[in-house]
Each structure stands twice: as C-alpha cells, then as structure tokens.
Nanobody, 125 residues
Framework: QVQLVESGGGLVQAGVSLRLSCVAS????????AAWFRQAPGKERDFVAA????????LYADSLKGRFTISRDNAKNTVYLQMNSLKPEDTAVYYC??????????????????WGRGTQVTVSS
C-alpha cells in the first residue's frame, strides 16, 4: 500500500505561482511513477503531469507544458507540482496519484491505484 497526502493549495489571484506537494508513505519503493490530475466542478478528472519515480523523466499534458513543472525528491518521498502564471481555468481540485509497476507512460486516471484526497486550487481573476 502507498499513502499519498497533498498540500499547498489555496485561493490565489491570476498570474501568481503556487507549488503543490504530495508526500508518499508506505511501500514507496514499489512506486513506478507518480502523477498529478485535476478535476474542475462538473468535469472529468484530467491528467496534468507524471514523473517516473526512478529516472525522474517527466510527461505533461500538452496544454500545460511550459507553465507547470513536476519534480520529486526521493529522499523525502515527495512529488511537487510547480504552477506558474495561474489562470482562472486552472481552478480545480488537484490530486496526487501513484502507480506500482509499469513499462510506459500512463495518463488515464484508471491507470492509477493510489490517490490522495486532493487539494483545492482556486484562481481568481
């Protein structure tokens, strides 16, 4: 089992930056990759970014490349999501997810077994 706890969300104005954190505990050695998803009210849970736990290679949703950066600190078992130039349309609950085992990139929410409870990000105009 892997437990995930997100933090760092809040209410911010458009244009500012915010960094989310996700602390993993439990069988973290078995994690293949970790990812961030987001879900706006009334919408599906969308892929934001993923990072391979061992190599540090990253993958981003095309629409977010250049503004969002995913990173990890293996020593702290923590994954980060740096979000810059935030826009009102970035408003959503942001979820951290993890997957054990794999051989490619995974971008569907159904690919991930472990989830945090989410952290709310609200961007005002």
């Amino acid at each position: 089992q892997v437990q995930l706890v997100e933090s760092g969300g809040g209410l911010v104005q458009a244009g500012v930056s915010l960094r989310l954190s996700c602390v993993a505990s439990g069988r973290t050695f078995s994690v293949y990759d970790a990812a961030w998803f987001r879900q706006a009210p009334g919408k599906e849970r969308d892929f934001v970014a993923a990072i391979n736990w061992s190599s540090g290679n990253t993958l981003y949703a095309d629409s977010l490349k250049g503004r969002f950066t995913i990173s990890r600190d293996n020593a702290k078992n923590t994954v980060y999501l740096q979000m810059n130039s935030l826009k009102p349309e970035d408003t959503a609950v942001y979820y951290c997810a993890a997957k054990t085992g794999g051989s490619r990139w995974y971008t569907l929410s159904t690919d991930y077994v472990y989830w945090g409870r989410g952290t709310q990000v609200t961007v005002s105009s």
